[in-house]
C-alpha cells in the first residue's frame, strides 16, 4: 500500500472532496474542499446561485490504494464487540452456518438499529468518504440541467414527482433546486421523494434542503414538508414502491447502487461456488469460507447473471459479483417508467461488463478490510451497468428504452458543465478559484490535474472517465440529453 498523504486540516462545513475508485488493479482516493462559488454574471441557461460569501480553506487528501485491494485475512478484532457484531454472531450461530456477502453487507449498512448509515453522518472530513456533490455546486447543477430537459421532453407536466435514491447529506439536491430555480414553471411542478433508510440522513436532508412544516389549510392537525429552496413539498420513504404513483417521474440515483449487496461467487476445481460469512473457530471474528454445495443465490442470480454475459467473458474470471437488488430496484424503476412516463439517471463507479471482484471497506477515508469491526466502515461494490440495462429491458423492453453507460466526463461535459466553471472563475475571487478549479477537475477531469501547482499531497484527482452514467427512459419522451 502506498499512501501518499493524510491531511488534518480538513474543515468542517464546507464541501469536501472525495473518494473515488479506479480499476481493480488500483484505486485512488482523493479529498478536498471546494466552495459553493456563487453569483456568476453569465451563468447558463436557468442557472442562479445563492451568494455564499466564505472562501473556504483549501486542503486535499490524495492516497493511492494501489495495493488495498483484496486486503489480506489478518485483523485485529475490536476490544468488546459493538452491537452489529454480536447481531452477526448471533444470526450465524442461530443459522448454524455461514451468511451470504449480500446478508453480511446488508446488515453492516442498513441494519435499523446499528448499521452503518443509520446513526451518522458518514460523509465529509469528519465522515468516512466523500461524494461527487459535496466536491462541487456544479454536480447538482448539471444533474439539474439533465432534470429539466427531460422534464421539457415530457411536455413541461404540471406535476412530477422527483425521486431520489440515497440522498445522502441532500446536496444534490439543494444544488438542483437551486439551479433549476429560474424555470419557474418546472420548480412548481415538483412533488420531491427522498428513498433514505437512514433516519439521521433523512434529518440532514431536511436541514439541507431548509425544510419546514407547514400547515395545511382547511385542516389544523394535517402537516406537509416543503422546502424553502423552492416551495416543493417533500416525502420520505424506505423504498421506490412506497413512491405515489400516478406522475411522471424522474428518479435520479447518485452513488446508491453501489451501496446494495452483492454475492460473490468463486471459480473452484468442482465448479462455482458461493463465498460467505462465518465464524472463526474460536468465535471471535468473522472469516471468508466457500459453501460447500450450490446456494440458492448461486442457482438463481449467478445463473441469471451468466445468461447475460459471453461464455468467453465468464471464462476468464475466477470470481464474480451479482447484484439482486440492483436488478430488483432497476425493475421497479422500469415498471414505474412504463407506466407514468419520465425516465432515472443513474451515475455510479462501475463497469460496463460482468463485475469480478470489487467489493471493498472505507473507515475515515482509508480502505480497511471488510470483515474488520463491521459496522465502522463503508463498504462498497462496482456497479454493473450491463445487468442494470439487462434488467430494465426484461421488465420493460416495449415501453423503455436504456442509453449508456456514458462517462461521467461525457455526462457533465455535454450538460455545460465546462461554461458553468467559466462563468463562476469569472465571478470569484482568486482564493475561491483554486477549489473551483480543482473541485472541476474531480468531476471531468482524468487521474492527476496538469495544472496543479500546489502540494502533491494536494493534487486533485479526476474521476470523470471512472464514473459511469446511465438513462433509463420511457419511449415516449424520446432520446435524453446528452444520450442523443
Ligand atoms: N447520493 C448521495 C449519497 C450516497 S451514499 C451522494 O452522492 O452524496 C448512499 C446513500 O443511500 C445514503 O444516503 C444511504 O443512507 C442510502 N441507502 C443505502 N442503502 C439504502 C437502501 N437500501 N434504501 C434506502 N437508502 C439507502
Redesign the pocket.
Known amino acids: 500500500m502506498l499512501r501518499k498523504s493524510v491531511s488534518p486540516l480538513l474543515s468542517q462545513g464546507i464541501r469536501q472532496a472525495i473518494p473515488f475508485l479506479s480499476s481493480r488493479a488500483g484505486v485512488s482516493l482523493s479529498f478536498s474542499s471546494s466552495s459553493h462559488i456563487l453569483n456568476p454574471s453569465a451563468p447558463p441557461a436557468g442557472q442562479t446561485n445563492e451568494h455564499n460569501p466564505d472562501s473556504p480553506p483549501t486542503a486535499t487528501i490524495s492516497i493511492d490504494r494501489s495495493g488495498l485491494y483484496n486486503p489480506s485475512d489478518h485483523f485485529h478484532k475490536p476490544s468488546a464487540d459493538s452491537e452489529l457484531v454480536k447481531h452477526l454472531k448471533s444470526i450465524i450461530k442461530f443459522r448454524g452456518g455461514p451468511i451470504s456477502i449480500a446478508e453480511y453487507m446488508e446488515e453492516v449498512?442498513?441494519n435499523p438499529n446499528c448499521g452503518f448509515?443509520i446513526n451518522k453522518d458518514v460523509?465529509g472530513a469528519g465522515g468516512d468518504f466523500v461524494?461527487?456533490?459535496?466536491v462541487s455546486q456544479m454536480f447538482g447543477e448539471m444533474v439539474g440541467v439533465w432534470t429539466v430537459c427531460l422534464w421539457e421532453q415530457l411536455g413541461r407536466p404540471a406535476k412530477v414527482n422527483l425521486v431520489?435514491?440515497?440522498?445522502?447529506?441532500g446536496?444534490?439536491m439543494a444544488d438542483l433546486l437551486r439551479g433549476s430555480s429560474k424555470f419557474v414553471d418546472f420548480s412548481k411542478s415538483l412533488d420531491i421523494h427522498l428513498?433514505?433508510?437512514?433516519p439521521t440522513?433523512q434529518k440532514l436532508q431536511y436541514n439541507t434542503l431548509k425544510c419546514i412544516d407547514e400547515a395545511i389549510s382547511g385542516d389544523n392537525t394535517a402537516k406537509r414538508i416543503t422546502t424553502t429552496l423552492t416551495g416543493a413539498p417533500i416525502l420520505w420513504h424506505?423504498?421506490l414502491e412506497e413512491v405515489p404513483s400516478g406522475l411522471p417521474t424522474i428518479i435520479i440515483a447518485?452513488?446508491?447502487y453501489d451501496?446494495?449487496p452483492i454475492h460473490q461467487f468463486q471459480r473452484t476445481s468442482s465448479g462455482w461456488t458461493e463465498k460467505v460469512v462465518d465464524l472463526s473457530d474460536d468465535s471471535c471474528s468473522f472469516r471468508f469460507v466457500l459453501s460447500p454445495q450450490p446456494t440458492p443465490a448461486s442457482l438463481l442470480f449467478l445463473r441469471k447473471r451468466c445468461q447475460w454475459a459471453d461464455k468467453e467473458e465468464i471464462a476468464k474470471l475466477e470470481q464474480i459479483e451479482v447484484c439482486p437488488?440492483a436488478i430488483e430496484v432497476t425493475q421497479q424503476i422500469a415498471k414505474r417508467i412504463s407506466a407514468d412516463g419520465g425516465g432515472a439517471l443513474i451515475i455510479d463507479y462501475g463497469k460496463n461488463e460482468i463485475i469480478s471482484d470489487s467489493l471493498q471497506a472505507i473507515r475515515k477515508h482509508k480502505f480497511v478490510n471488510i470483515l474488520d469491526d463491521p459496522g465502522s466502515a463503508d463498504l462498497s461494490a462496482y456497479v454493473d451497468f450491463t445487468a442494470i440495462r439487462r434488467s430494465a429491458e426484461e421488465a420493460s423492453a416495449e415501453i423503455i428504452s436504456v442509453y449508456g453507460p456514458i462517462t461521467q466526463s461525457q455526462l457533465l461535459g455535454s450538460l455545460g458543465i465546462n461554461f458553468r466553471v467559466e462563468a463562476l472563475l469569472q465571478n470569484c475571487t482568486e482564493e475561491q478559484a483554486e477549489p473551483l478549479r480543482a473541485g472541476y477537475w474531480r468531476l471531468v477531469g482524468d487521474g492527476e490535474a496538469p495544472f496543479w501547482e500546489g502540494t502533491e499531497e494536494q493534487k486533485p484527482i479526476g474521476v470523470g472517465l471512472r464514473y459511469l452514467a446511465m438513462a433509463i427512459v420511457n419511449k415516449n419522451q424520446g432520446i435524453p440529453v446528452p444520450f442523443e
Open positions: 449498512l442498513t448509515y460523509f461524494t461527487s456533490p459535496e431520489e435514491l440515497g440522498p445522502g447529506r446536496t444534490l428513498v433514505e433508510c437512514s440522513l424506505a423504498d447518485h452513488e446508491f451501496a446494495l437488488k
